[in-house]
């Protein structure tokens, strides 16, 4: 959902006629614009005024406690060391007497993260060294600095370069006689000379067009720069439209985590958007490794880049021993709360990959309808519009899980009630959908009318459930019902409330098959500074809105999920999506990337968005299909199509202003290659289930950059037009108007033979090869080596292919040898967490193909049975296969070859999925 459309679109074409489809930057700060990025980008490398105090050193078996000093203020603080399990150091750092308590966030994090013991700590003069296995510590005393090593090696280094800054808390400065120089109280009664940050214009209130920020506490940002020696790309810190690998920002401004509604975003652009996840990750062929800055105020953060670095040879020298290696810094730039970092050591990039998702939790794993294809429009318009949809995905032959309703379906905007109008029959309308398999997900938002005949607004004002002004008042903000309020979920009380708003008593015409859609939860405030709400609002237990903002959306979704958790009497697996999110929203919601538009950078750009989320820890995401401002034409909406099926999250949708796009609504042979490609997503669906039930298990992402399996091509790490579907599938869209070839890598450096997953021709050459494209097509192949399970009888939806058989995919390496894993459960329920689920093995080897229970005490009764095996790259001259299992005895098969492609067909096993089972290849 887009921000203020028409003013907005006015004050675009009232400010320049020229600007019309593009950002308007000056609603948003630069960090020139902001105080704090101000006065931490200004500091100089190499001078930080920082030091530890060994003698304050206190141990335990997992920790270390030690005073740090800062010579220039005379304040101290305390920072812990803590040793985790999974290569994880946690370093905290806080003032030691604050004049009051500092943020400190709690929901991001899964659980208490788990502590190790150590193996030693070394004292001397110079540093602290903390041992544990082959990672160590070593903490230096003056200048402060710490080095993160592995195996012996420095894999970080923080505060290497000296950016370190971390503003205590003070009592505002009373201005002297002239006015000018706001000279301190403190600073007076004290011989040190301070920090600056007084000096800085914005320190004690701060204005951005006409708001005032009363900034009530005074600067208090935090800081801290990380060098990562021997690594020649960073990757993360999403949200942005922009490349996978961070680009340096030496030039620039600073990456920049602040979640926001930016109407009509820029690709390539390092501006906030709607998420925001502070983890970074480095990469060399030699090492992966990560930092999770734990902090959910605004922050920025710089790069400089391998090339950067190369220059400026100074720099590089603040690093113990790393002149001639490439390497990568980031800087990261907080306004509040204190300084909490997690150094994940890999050594391999689905090591850290894993190590985060270990602190900040994965995915549960979603029910199946939630990864078939979902039809969305702002808006459908009333009932007849929606059974009229949905009825033509039927006539057109067209799998479809969901319909979906925008804010138009409410009541003048008041969520949890109906448009009676338009919507007189909403529960009809949810059983008609349902009798066919499918589901209804409709817009809840955050914002709250103000409108004295709506119960949640006189709820929420008699409770006191609304986030404050600074003087106590309830805060109002504009917002698509007009004067609005926002529910202030960090409070117990209110989550508890909303929650119950979900009862199927309580929220007429909804039942346990109407799933949620959480928007424009930054929060979007139509008339606040940079279209968010003001920073000095206060939330629950008294803190500002600066404090949490970040967490803001996350804080929404966790009790959205919450509610639909308790709905169904915690039997239905949850569905939320989420515009905005933090660290942790995995947990709760399937992501978007908001408001696109119909282009083809924008087409492009949604695979780098998602990769960077999933690697951090998101893997279930998507982009509007066709781009959600604007008119996509034909060839656009189709490359749409075929690139948006192999993302996790696949849902058209689109803005009131734009055309109807239904599949069918361009020409026939449009409708014809969009089935295509949504029959294609569904026959895969067994892999995609399969990954996501792995994901939850073991946090790998679900869709990974190339670099995540060949972490020593250095060609792959720029890569981010390509995807791995797990470990089997290489994805290459098309995101050119008009091309008849693109370029694809193929990784594995010879090792890997990767085969078209339509013809089987197989391709071994490492690097780029130029493969033909048609406008049936976009280039996908199956690893050798692999097995990947599909579904090739596609229905209406998900629920009417639930027993249907299914098909392995087996290529067989130079070896002959293959394997590959499916997952099988009722698809909706969390009986799967008591063991009813089926987890097999499935591998080729020595002629013989077999599938064993993984979870041998799990069990679930499937219908399902197998029906067909293809094996391209077959041993040669198998004339008949013979299947054994325990129900079947011994039974012969038919095979057949198929020179053309060299894949040998296995017909009708017929076995039950449920069952272990070997088929032999005989000669
Ligand atoms: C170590 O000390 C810290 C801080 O005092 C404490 O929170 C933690 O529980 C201690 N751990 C152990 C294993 O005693
Ligand atoms: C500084 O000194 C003044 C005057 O003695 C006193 O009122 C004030 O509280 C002191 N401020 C601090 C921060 O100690
Ligand atoms: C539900 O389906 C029936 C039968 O097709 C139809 O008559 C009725 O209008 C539908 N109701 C709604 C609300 O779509």
Redesign the pocket.
């Known amino acids: 959902m887009a921000s203020y459309v028409r003013l907005a679109l006015f004050l675009i074409l009232l400010c320049s006629p020229f600007l019309v489809d593009a950002v308007n930057r000056d609603n948003f700060k630069r960090c020139d614009q902001s105080s704090f990025c101000r006065r931490c980008r200004k500091i100089e490398p190499g001078k930080t005024p920082y030091q530890l105090l060994p003698d304050t050193l206190i141990q335990n078996e997992s920790m270390i406690t030690i005073d740090l000093f800062n010579k220039d203020t005379g304040v101290s603080y305390v920072v812990q060391l803590t040793s985790l399990k999974e290569s994880t150091f946690r370093l905290h750092i806080n003032e030691k007497n604050p004049l009051h308590p500092r943020y400190e966030n709690e929901y991001a994090l899964h659980d208490q993260p788990q502590i190790t013991k150590l193996d030693s700590v070394e004292k001397t003069t110079e540093s602290i060294t903390v041992v544990k296995g082959e990672n160590k510590a070593i903490l230096y005393v003056n200048p402060f600095k710490i080095d993160l090593y592995s195996q012996g090696v420095l894999i970080i280094s923080a505060n290497a370069r000296g950016l370190m800054r971390f503003e205590h808390l003070?009592?505002k400065p009373v201005r002297s006689e002239q006015g000018e120089n706001a000279e301190?109280?403190?600073i007076?009664?004290?011989t040190y000379p301070g920090d600056g940050a007084d000096s800085d214009p914005g320190a004690w209130e701060e204005n951005f067009k006409e708001h005032h920020d009363a900034k009530p506490f005074g600067p208090e940002a935090v800081a801290m720069d990380f060098s990562f020696p021997g690594s020649e790309h960073a990757y993360g810190v999403p949200e942005h439209a922009d490349s996978l690998a961070l680009q340096s920002t030496k030039s620039t401004d600073p990456y920049r985590l602040y979640n926001l509604d930016v109407f009509e975003y820029e690709t390539n652009e390092r501006m906030a958007l709607y998420g925001a996840i502070p983890v970074l990750y480095a990469h060399g062929k030699e090492r992966s490794s990560g930092v999770f800055w734990h902090n959910t105020a605004e922050t920025w953060i710089d790069i400089l880049s391998s090339a950067d670095n190369n220059v400026v040879e100074s720099i590089v020298n603040f690093v113990s021993g790393s002149t001639k290696k490439s390497q990568v810094d980031a800087y990261f730039m907080s306004e509040s709360g204190v300084i909490d970092v997690f150094f994940m050591l890999g050594p391999k990039p689905l090591d850290v990959f894993k190590q985060y998702t270990v602190l900040t939790g994965t995915a549960p794993l979603p029910q199946m309808f939630a990864l078939g294809y979902h039809q969305s429009r702002w808006n459908y318009n009333d009932q007849d519009d929606v059974a009229t949809i949905a009825e033509s995905f039927d006539t057109h032959d067209l799998p479809l899980e969901a319909m979906w309703l925008d804010i138009e379906y409410a009541d003048n905007k008041k969520y949890f009630t109906w448009d009676s109008r338009k919507f007189p029959n909403p529960l009809e309308m949810v059983h008609n959908l349902t009798g066919k398999g499918r589901k209804l997900v409709v817009i809840i938002d955050p914002h709250i009318k103000r409108d004295n005949n709506y119960f949640l607004h006189n709820d929420a004002t008699s409770f006191g459930y609304y986030i404050k002004n600074r003087d106590g008042k309830d805060y109002e903000g504009w917002c698509w019902p007009g004067s609005s309020s926002y529910l202030d979920f960090f409070d117990p009380k209110v989550i508890e409330y909303y929650v119950g708003l979900y009862n199927l008593d309580k929220f007429h015409g909804t039942t346990n098959d109407v799933y949620i859609w959480n928007d424009m939860n930054e929060p979007s405030v139509f008339n606040g500074p940079e279209i968010t709400a003001l920073k000095d609002l206060v939330h629950h237990g008294g803190w500002e809105h600066r404090d949490v903002h970040n967490i803001n959306g996350h804080m929404y979704i966790r009790a959205t999920y919450e509610a639909l958790f308790r709905r169904s009497g915690g039997s239905l697996r949850p569905f939320v999506l989420t515009r905005s999110f933090f660290a942790g929203s995995q947990r709760y919601a399937t992501m978007w990337t908001g408001d696109n538009m119909a282009d083809w950078n924008h087409l492009r750009i949604s695979y780098p968005m998602c990769l960077s989320v999933a690697i951090s820890g998101m893997s279930f995401c998507g982009a509007d299909v066709g781009g959600f401002f604007k008119n996509p034409d034909s060839e656009l909406f189709i490359r749409w199509y075929q690139a948006g099926a192999w993302l996790p999250f696949f849902r058209q949708h689109s803005h009131i202003e734009t055309k109807r796009r239904e599949p069918w609504t361009f020409n026939e042979e449009t409708t014809q290659i969009v089935r295509e490609a949504l029959r294609l997503r569904y026959s895969y669906l067994p892999l995609w289930y399969t990954l996501f039930r792995e994901h939850e298990v073991n946090g790998l992402p679900v869709i990974r950059p190339l670099w995540a399996h060949y972490p020593l091509e250095s060609e792959a790490f720029t890569i981010d037009d390509h995807l791995l579907l797990g470990d089997s599938l290489l994805v290459r869209p098309v995101f050119q108007s008009g091309a008849t070839e693109v370029a694809v890598y193929f990784p594995g450096e010879n090792k890997v033979t990767w085969y078209d997953i339509d013809t089987m021709q197989p391709y071994q050459k490492t690097g780029y090869i130029k493969i033909p494209v048609t406008i049936h097509k976009i280039p996908v192949f199956q690893r050798s080596g692999s097995i990947v399970p599909r579904k090739m009888r596609i229905r209406r939806s998900t629920v009417a292919m639930k027993n249907d058989p299914y098909t392995l995919i087996i290529i067989a390496d130079s070896n002959g040898k293959a394997s590959g894993n499916l997952y099988i459960d009722d698809e909706t329920s969390f009986e799967y967490r008591h063991g009813k689920y089926l987890y097999v093995r499935i591998t080729l080897d020595s002629n013989k193909i077999t599938s064993t229970l993984i979870d041998k005490l799990a069990s679930y009764e499937t219908q399902s049975w197998l029906e067909r095996i293809d094996v391209a790259n077959p041993p040669q001259g198998i004339k008949s296969a013979q299947l054994e299992s325990h129900s079947m005895g011994r039974v012969t098969l038919e095979t057949t070859y198929n020179p053309h492609n060299n894949v040998l067909t296995i017909r009708k096993p017929a076995v039950n999925m449920g069952e272990e089972w070997t088929i032999e290849l005989l000669h």
Request: aromatic share 0%; net charge neutral; charged share 25%.
């Open positions: 003070r009592t301190g109280a403190e007076n009664n004290n």
